[in-house]
């Protein structure tokens, strides 16, 4: 039995339960269009099917709006098996989680907006301020920016994907994985919702980080609440609050004023 079982799945059924996949696909894709994780026909979905087999949404398709005929199903060097049109266009990317992660039967791309923007600035989601967000994803990494829908996006993924179940694509998206869809799914929606208050704790004067000894409390428990990790995930802490002491940080007024005594200073010594 595969990790899809959760949802009722089992490889060694008849083919037609894989209408299941079909199905499941299209209602995820719903989801992420109508809480305005993709729009237009922004966004990809996947499902390992086999060892040979993946399902995969059609390129420049609405996912708010796909239809179980419109996925395509490829082998794992990306060519059609059956469907009609073409793979989405960030195929390389889906086939790059499926080869490194054995665990993975399931790949989730979209451009939640929150999480978007750290990537477009370059900022990676790494510091322990949630619980939940420890414990189910540990830190979530920004791999360099690579030309959507080439070989680049896989180049940058590569070093990141074995240890991560959530990643940031500098100026691009968000890319998860899961053991089905839907797990893949939720864990784009706590990126996009860390994103959020990540967002308004800067806002607010920058959020609290939690301490190392903490954070190890929160990795510990995951064994009791079922999480299971990829591999080097755990070596790999959220930015805690002892990395936070030696860094000063200003607001913009106080800055403004230091700069400008600065300047006086210097001007009075002349």
Not at 256 to 266: M, N, V
Request: aromatic residues 6%; negative net charge; proline residues 7%.
């Amino acid at each position: 039995m595969t990790p899809d079982s959760k949802l009722g799945w089992q490889e060694d059924e008849p083919a037609r339960s894989e209408d299941k996949y079909w199905n499941e696909i299209c209602r995820v894709g719903r989801w992420m269009y109508e809480r305005g994780l993709a729009v237009a026909g922004e966004g990809n979905l996947s499902v390992r099917l086999g060892a040979d087999r993946i399902l995969i949404t059609p390129a420049g398709a609405c996912k708010g709006m796909l239809a179980p005929e419109d996925l395509l199903v490829i082998d794992p060097e990306g060519e059609v098996v059956s469907g009609k049109g073409q793979p989405s266009s960030e195929t390389p990317m889906h086939l790059l989680f499926y080869r490194m992660r054995p665990d993975a039967h399931a790949v989730c791309h979209a451009h939640p907006p929150t999480a978007t923007g750290f990537a477009a600035a370059g900022r990676a989601l790494e510091e322990a301020v949630l619980p939940e967000v420890i414990v189910n994803l540990g830190k979530i990494p920004l791999a360099p920016y690579g030309t959507p829908g080439t070989w680049e996006v896989c180049a940058a993924l590569e070093r990141l994907v074995e240890r991560h179940d959530a990643i940031l694509l500098e100026n691009h998206g968000v890319v998860t994985c899961g053991p089905d869809l839907r797990t893949a799914y939720f864990r784009m929606e706590t990126v996009e919702q860390f994103a959020r208050v990540m967002f308004a704790a800067e806002a607010l004067g920058g959020p609290h980080l939690l301490p190392r000894s903490e954070v190890q409390k929160l990795i510990e428990a995951r064994t009791r609440y079922g999480v299971t990790c990829p591999r080097g995930n755990s070596a790999e802490l959220p930015r805690t609050a002892e990395a936070m002491e030696d860094r000063i940080t200003f607001r913009r007024q106080e800055l403004e004023s230091f700069l400008e005594e600065a300047i006086r200073k210097d001007r009075a010594r002349r």
